[in-house]
């Protein structure tokens, strides 16, 4: 069986550091072991607009700034193909034929869904191509026969979904489609990443991102401004690390070797916590450290980037010829599926 790789984006905005560590990260790994057959990028936009459709044209525009923060943090177009979802008219062929595989209350009883509900704040008017994501999605992974699917612990119930569909229909067809796999990051504490407030997963619409594209200055203004221990008033006081937004990012951005080049008295993370645990050490300095490690993380990103953007041609000419090969694909994996269901009337 081959090993095919299917991950992807909505273009609803700039990447952010929650979007690197739950997935960007994987995905580079993956690209650098080298151990894949195909591998494919999507930038989602006809997913985006479920919920943007009276705004196409902040879709359209971020695809450019999706596809500039993929190239920037080193993903490579010679290893791996970029294409645009509405381009792959053929997704939507799936898609219809999958809605027939799934009931109304099971899409509704998708705790991805459910969540993503709560936040849009639909009420009675929710958009119908928004509640049949995880179809689209199915529809997504299956038109590439893909196999790996690299995404945050928040989109399994969506691979767990894109698995029964994928079930129903070689029960009723015959073994035909794959079932997927979900590939989590490997640290735990990226899973799910907290916004700055530390109230609430990272995410465009609630503000509290830091972006991979961020200035020096923003990105020192937002780690200062983060939510640590309420009760760590002064600096003598005892602090709490749980549920410290600075310590959770510390937890997965810090290395050995940021405590030698910035914090030289402590020979370690642990040993950071033991003395904000204890009192004596003031929320500032363990802000000046993470803004230290995160400037020097984001700065060959954002200049790459700047360097990138004085070439947009090129970049939708990267996207266009990776589109123009995803549609190949899809084309000839919808031939087959329409074979298997007997509705392939005039190509036998």
Request: with cysteine; aromatic share 10%.
């Amino acid at each position: 069986m081959k090993k095919i790789i299917l991950t992807g984006d909505r273009p609803t905005g700039h990447l952010h550091i929650g979007h690197y560590v739950g997935s960007l990260k994987r995905r580079l790994e993956l690209q650098e072991k080298g151990d894949y057959d195909e591998y494919y990028i999507m930038i989602a936009d006809a997913q985006a607009l479920t919920d943007n459709f009276g705004n196409v044209q902040k879709v359209k525009d971020n695809v450019l700034q999706v596809m500039l923060d993929y190239l920037a943090i080193g993903l490579d177009p010679n290893k791996v193909t970029f294409f645009v979802q509405s381009e792959v008219s053929e997704l939507t062929e799936f898609t219809f034929y999958y809605m027939n595989l799934v009931t109304l209350a099971r899409l509704e009883r998708n705790p991805t869904v459910k969540e993503e509900l709560k936040q849009k704040s639909f009420s009675n008017n929710i958009p119908m191509g928004f509640l049949t994501y995880p179809v689209s999605q199915t529809a997504d992974i299956t038109a590439f026969n893909a196999t790996i699917i690299p995404v945050g612990d928040d989109q399994l119930p969506m691979i767990e979904q894109a698995r029964e569909i994928v079930r129903s229909f070689n029960n009723l067809y015959g073994e035909i489609l794959l079932e997927p796999k979900a590939v989590l990051p490997e640290n735990e504490n990226a899973f799910r990443l907290v916004g700055t407030d530390g109230k609430a997963k990272m995410s465009k619409s609630l503000n509290n991102c830091i972006y991979l594209s961020d200035s020096e200055e923003e990105i020192k203004q937002k780690v200062f401004s983060m939510y640590t221990d309420p009760d760590h008033i002064h600096v003598e006081d005892p602090g709490k690390v749980e549920g410290n937004t600075v310590f959770m990012y510390l937890d997965v951005f810090s290395k050995p070797t940021d405590f030698a080049k910035y914090l030289p008295e402590y020979k370690s993370l642990d040993e950071l916590k033991d003395h904000y645990r204890r009192g004596g050490l003031g929320d500032m300095k363990i802000k000046k450290f993470l803004n230290n490690i995160l400037q020097e993380f984001l700065r060959p990103i954002r200049e790459r980037r700047l360097e990138l953007e004085k070439n947009s041609d090129k970049i939708f000419e990267i996207l266009k010829k990776g589109t123009m090969k995803a549609r190949k694909v899809a084309h000839e994996n919808l031939i087959k599926l329409k074979t298997a269901m007997g509705i392939n009337y005039f190509n036998n």
